[in-house]
């Protein structure tokens, strides 16, 4: 569905490009995370925010930087691409909820190869 | 360290029957449980979920268990369809200075019509 959206989609870039992925929600929830997911190893955590003007990095940050310029929009972006950024980017959104529950609702994803 | 692991990475299934997928937490301060489906081509989709002061939860079809005794978390799907292919994956909510997901590497399921 297209609470989570996120551009573009696919994306092939040479090594040493900046390059940018956008994701955008409309659920209203104030976090908002990047994932990386490779085969063989789930979803790794890159960045998350909790809201506006909160940034934290996660497991796998370096190579990596983020911007959240309003509450439905968190940019990733890879300043300078490297072969084994290659891999399936996720977005996702939650909200605490009840008891601070933290179901996550993702975005379709954005398949980068870095050549 | 804190970790959670599948024990089977790929399952195949015959339509009709149950499957079970199965996943192995570490961290015994995690209170909440939930289970995702990713589609070929899609990003996860919440499944259904559960909270440490559970031990079973049913949606329609399937049934997450909950064993704090020994770390362990199941998916149960009944009466498995071609729709069910994908791949699933356990995840664990870490309460400690901040909410913090860890997902598992995913169990690929395979439906046989």
């Known amino acids: 569905d297209a609470d989570v959206t996120q551009t573009p989609r696919n994306r092939i870039t040479k090594t040493g490009k900046r390059i940018m992925l956008e994701c955008s929600q409309t659920?209203?929830?104030?976090?908002m995370y990047w994932y990386r997911q490779d085969p063989g190893l789930g979803l790794r955590l890159i960045y998350y925010?909790?809201?506006?003007?909160?940034?934290n990095k996660g497991e796998i940050s370096d190579g990596y930087s983020v911007s959240r310029q309003a509450q439905a929009k968190f940019s990733l972006s890879l300043e300078s691409a490297i072969p084994n950024q290659t891999a399936l980017y996720f977005c996702?959104?939650?909200?605490?909820?009840?008891?601070?529950?933290?179901?996550?609702?993702f975005g379709p994803g954005t398949r980068l190869l870095v050549l | 360290g804190e970790s959670v692991g599948l024990h089977l990475p790929t399952l195949s299934v015959q339509e009709g029957d149950n499957s079970i997928i199965n996943c192995a937490y570490s961290?015994?301060?995690?209170?909440?449980f939930i289970w995702y489906k990713q589609e070929s081509g899609k990003g996860p989709q919440f499944i259904i979920d559960?909270?440490?002061?559970?031990d079973k939860r049913q949606g329609q079809r399937v049934t997450v268990l909950l064993n704090k005794t020994v770390k362990h978390l199941s998916l149960q799907i009944a009466a498995t369809q071609p729709g069910d292919s994908a791949v699933y994956f356990c995840?664990?909510?870490?309460?400690?200075?901040?909410?913090?997901?860890?997902f598992g590497p995913g169990t690929s399921l395979s439906v046989i019509p």
């Open positions: 659920k209203g929830h104030d976090r």
């Open positions: 559960i909270r440490s002061n559970m």
């Open positions: 995840a664990e909510n870490l309460k400690t200075s901040y909410d913090k997901v860890i």
């Open positions: 925010s909790f809201d506006v003007k909160d940034i």
């Open positions: 996702a959104t939650s909200d605490p909820g009840l008891a601070g529950a933290e179901t996550q609702y």
């Open positions: 961290n015994s301060a995690s209170d909440y």
